[in-house]
């Protein structure tokens, strides 16, 4: 069965520092994986997505992140927090067969203190 | 291009009702998938349209239904409200064909019942 497991409920993180939000992933097939932010009271953005090839993804606002085959996992990152990156974050993970369906993590609060 | 609209943003309704969320996808996607959104469950998938055709359907009772038209759009229709359907409803719609292709989300509807 495909699924994604976002670990943690919240990260807590000081501005300036580096911070990870945790993205585990189960999928049949190549994994096609996605990050989403949240803002209150709006709709997803994409961040970024990883396809295929190198393992580290750059994307919008400064954020990246690393796929690890080995250990299923996709980990977004970024090497200095902003108050700003304050928001929801959604991992995401395509079916490897039946394209047509996303799968979403339950979320993580990022919280970034000044 | 624009983006994801939906229509309306907010919305009350009290518990009997029926309600209609429109949602109008980017010019030329054609896949239309509709999420729930509630902090207790997070994310969860309704449908998913694709040339007037429900391809994915995720585990709603038959109350919620949708339907998608020839220029794309798509409505969702829930009948006989409950409290527990107070939600975000989101809608996203991508282009298919390319297992990469991220998801586009819309800003959501508000839908709160009483």
């Known amino acids: 069965a495909q699924s994604v497991a976002q670990p943690e409920d919240q990260v807590n993180v000081a501005e300036g520092n580096p911070l990870t939000v945790k993205c585990t992933y189960s999928v049949s097939g190549n994994p096609y994986l996605f990050w989403y932010v949240q803002y209150p009271n709006r709709g997803l953005q994409f961040l970024l997505k990883?396809?295929?090839?190198?393992?580290l993804v750059k994307g919008s606002y400064g954020f990246e992140a690393e796929f690890n085959k080995s250990q299923t996992s996709f980990h977004l990152k970024k090497p200095s927090a902003l108050v700003s990156d304050s928001a929801l974050y959604f991992c995401?993970?395509?079916?490897?067969?039946?394209?047509?369906?996303?799968?979403f993590g339950s979320g993580t609060k990022l919280n970034v203190k000044p | 291009k624009a983006g994801v609209t939906q229509t309306p943003r907010y919305l009350i309704k009290t518990r009997g009702q029926q309600v209609t969320l429109s949602c109008s996808p980017i010019s030329g996607h054609r896949s239309v998938s509709w999420y729930q959104q509630t902090p207790g469950q997070g994310l969860q998938f309704l449908f998913e349209y694709f040339s007037e055709t429900q391809r994915n359907k995720g585990n709603f009772p038959g109350r919620f239904s949708g339907r998608q038209f020839s220029n794309s759009r798509s409505e969702m229709n829930v009948s006989t409200l409950e409290l527990g359907d107070s939600a975000l409803y989101l809608c996203?719609?991508?282009?298919?064909?390319?297992?990469?292709?991220?998801?586009?989300f819309g800003p959501g509807t508000r839908l709160t019942v009483l």
């Open positions: 995401a993970v395509r079916d490897g067969k039946d394209f047509n369906k996303f799968y």
């Open positions: 990883y396809i295929t090839g190198d393992n």
């Open positions: 996203a719609s991508s282009s298919p064909g390319q297992p990469y292709n991220e998801q586009f």
